[in-house]
């Protein structure tokens, strides 16, 4: 079975930088999509960015779009989450998840495979 497993979270300062990583490892597919997605506490799991293969491109979140920026490496298996301009209200655990094939809109029941989860704090 594929295993995804993200690296890359920790505590950085209001305005600051995260990369965020997802490397597959284990049975690998050839995924319609991967993404991110990110739970506060208390709050529902929500959608943070996608990159897709088979229709290409990428999508985000209108409270990240132009700070946050998915990318990936094909020949390794990993997808990044490149943050920029952080704010306190991105504080949350963020999740990288995958999908063999398109379900309908990014949300959290469209996607096959979840990692364990990163936590990113921001401080304000």
């Known amino acids: 079975q594929v295993q995804l497993v993200e690296s890359g979270g920790g505590l950085v300062q209001a305005g600051g930088s995260l990369r965020l990583s997802c490397a597959a490892s284990?049975?690998?597919?050839?995924?319609?999509?991967m993404g991110w997605f990110r739970q506060a506490p208390g709050k529902e799991r929500d959608f943070v960015a996608a990159?897709?293969?088979?229709?290409?491109?990428?999508t985000y979140a209108d409270s990240v779009k132009g700070r946050f920026t998915i990318t990936a490496d094909n020949a390794k298996n990993e997808v990044y989450l490149q943050m920029n301009s952080l704010k306190a209200e991105d504080t949350a655990i963020y999740y990288c998840?995958?999908?063999?094939?398109?379900?309908?809109?990014?949300?959290?029941?469209?996607?096959?495979?979840w990692g364990q989860g990163t936590q990113v704090t921001v401080s304000s």
């Open positions: 990159i897709s293969w088979s229709v290409g491109g990428t």
């Open positions: 284990g049975r690998t597919f050839s995924y319609y999509a």
């Open positions: 998840a995958a999908r063999r094939s398109y379900t309908g809109p990014y949300v959290p029941t469209s996607f096959d495979y």
